[in-house]
DNA sequence: TCCACTCCTGACCAAAGCAGTCAGGAAAGT
DNA sequence: ACTTTCCTGACTGCTTTGGTCAGGAGTGGA
């Protein structure tokens, strides 16, 4: 139950995609601002482009900027397309597992846990995560001060 | 952002523990209730109970079962103690990290994804699992259809 | 036209994690 | 003693992770 370092470099380079608006972003300058390892983020920059979340252009005067706007693009979205579905278990869905005995529940119990993540990860934009202001949900989330403590 | 078949497994013997309530259960029949591999089991058993979850007794009439009441152990429990810290970013907690320029916000989201995920799988108890009353706030997160499908 | 610039793509790699299996040892009961 | 059952470490094959390397292809400017 980890987010991947790729999906942190994504939604942190899309964060920064959104940012910067229309003009076109080279990705030595993202790679730059959220101090990633270049190559490796061209591959991530490549999956985005792949599931449409953004586009690029090359030469001189190219870079990437966002497919659609910054307030269209879930966090969600970004996670999918570089780390594939969110909250499997097993590497299965939740939905097509059969238990057994008296781990029947245990179905429901794993589906609740992907639709609690989904909760807050699709209820998130990249416009809600550069502005701050992010949606009651996960404000109501964090405001717990043992939300902050490791356990 | 997946969970492992261990930690599966992990769930699935202590709540065939749960239901066998007082007895000691052999190892053998957890596996075969379960259909688990015996001598994966055999490990995950050992890690539950290095964790204080499970006692173990050998030699005949020997076996397994748990060190509390199943109303007081939560599938937290059970999962952290086979993976570890549940829903690390990079394999460090997402409080401690510090993300730069238009990314400052996303340790929100991520502390916020972590508060999510507890709410449900430190909620539900191994007798809850068993019993199938499962607590409210994960009936209702299952209660809607498209928890269900997938994405 | 040619060149610099930037993205695009596949191949490769080391290290770690995952999902087990194997072999034997150590307690408990009979 | 002997069987049963847990306990433990070592080992293994496979996949994933987190990258790097090398080169190709489109784009704009001189």
Redesign the pocket.
């Known amino acids: 139950m980890r987010v ?4 942190d ?1 994504a939604v942190r380079a899309a964060a920064e995609l959104a940012a910067a608006g229309e003009g ?5 300058r ?1 790679a730059e601002a959220q101090d ?5 983020l ?2 991530i ?2 999956e985005l ?2 599931a449409g979340i953004v586009r ?9 900027w966002l497919a659609r706007p910054a307030d269209d693009i879930t966090i969600a979205e970004v996670v999918r397309a570089v ?1 594939g579905p969110i909250a499997h278990v ?2 299965s869905p939740p939905e097509s597992i059969e238990y057994r005995g008296n781990a029947v529940h245990l179905q429901e119990v794993w589906i609740a846990v992907r639709a609690s993540l989904r909760q807050v990860v699709e209820q998130v934009t990249l416009a809600d995560l550069v502005s701050g202001e992010l949606p009651p949900v996960v404000e109501h989330l964090t405001g717990s001060p043992d939300a902050w403590v490791a356990r």
Chains 1, 2 share one sequence.
């Open positions: 991947s370092a790729k999906a470099y076109p972003v080279k990705g030595e993202l990633i390892p270049l190559q490796f061209e591959h920059l490549l482009k792949h690029a252009r090359r030469g001189a005067k190219g870079g990437y780390e097993q590497s």
